[in-house]
């Protein structure tokens, strides 16, 4: 069974909008991370948030960790029609070298 | 720099068939990683490498090879494909697991039928 879980599994929006993704995992982590798929592309890597952080931002994006919950939020402010994408949690479970994947959210920005 | 390159892009198999997935970074990254991705399946690890000369298994190893002779080179084996092998395979390579960076980089992805 994979370690994350993103919900919701799709998500539409008008741009302009704010969307919201969240990922739920499994077992401890030492991070956990957020990637960006493009159609059937090459993931890319988004943003990085070490289990003793709690917060952080990258221009539009703000992801937030809750380790007692075990849970991600991946927030996504004043949307575009570029960032219609599939996203990705991946964590690194503790004590291991795998990272590993979430079923990821599809987000559709409408113009 | 060329990032993280694969070949070849698409492929076609008959069952039985054996065939290996090349994967290569010039970043010089000590970590590289298999994964395969299969419509709402997300990725799934297969196998990966902590340094040349070292590999382990991921989630879904059975089935696949992998050896790291090379810093650069991380090729994936199927020794017998089945249909239930394709998938689309991606190659990811980052700087070592004892950094904070992690940040994976992929390859464009292998798009694999076996038929």
């Known amino acids: 069974s994979q370690q994350g879980e993103e919900d919701p599994q799709a998500l539409s929006i008008q741009e302009g909008e704010n969307a919201t993704m969240n990922c739920s995992y499994k077992t401890s982590i030492n991070n956990l991370q957020w990637y960006r798929q493009n159609s059937g592309r090459g993931l890319v890597h988004l943003i990085l948030?070490?289990?003793?952080?709690r917060e952080k931002h990258s221009g539009r994006l703000r992801v937030t960790l809750d380790t007692s919950k075990k849970s991600s939020s991946l927030l996504i402010t004043a949307s575009r029609a570029a960032d219609t994408a599939s996203y990705f949690c991946?964590?690194?479970?503790?004590?291991?070298?795998?990272?590993?994947f979430g079923t990821g959210t599809r987000l559709q920005v409408f113009p | 720099n060329a990032g993280v390159t694969q070949t070849p892009k698409f492929q076609v198999l008959k069952t039985g068939q054996s065939m290996t997935l090349q994967c290569a970074q010039d970043m010089n990254h000590e970590y590289m990683s298999w994964y395969r991705q299969d419509p709402g399946m997300g990725l799934r690890l297969i196998h990966y490498s902590v340094g040349a000369g070292i590999t382990d298994q991921g989630e879904v190893p059975n089935g696949y090879n992998v050896s790291r002779s090379t810093t650069e080179d991380f090729p994936l084996r199927l020794l017998s494909a089945a249909p239930s092998q394709t998938s689309v395979y991606f190659c990811a390579s980052s700087y070592s697991s004892g950094t904070s960076h992690w940040e994976q980089y992929f390859g464009p992805g292998t798009r694999l039928t076996v038929t």
């Open positions: 948030i070490r289990s003793n952080e």
């Open positions: 991946a964590t690194v479970p503790y004590n291991t070298d795998k990272l590993i």
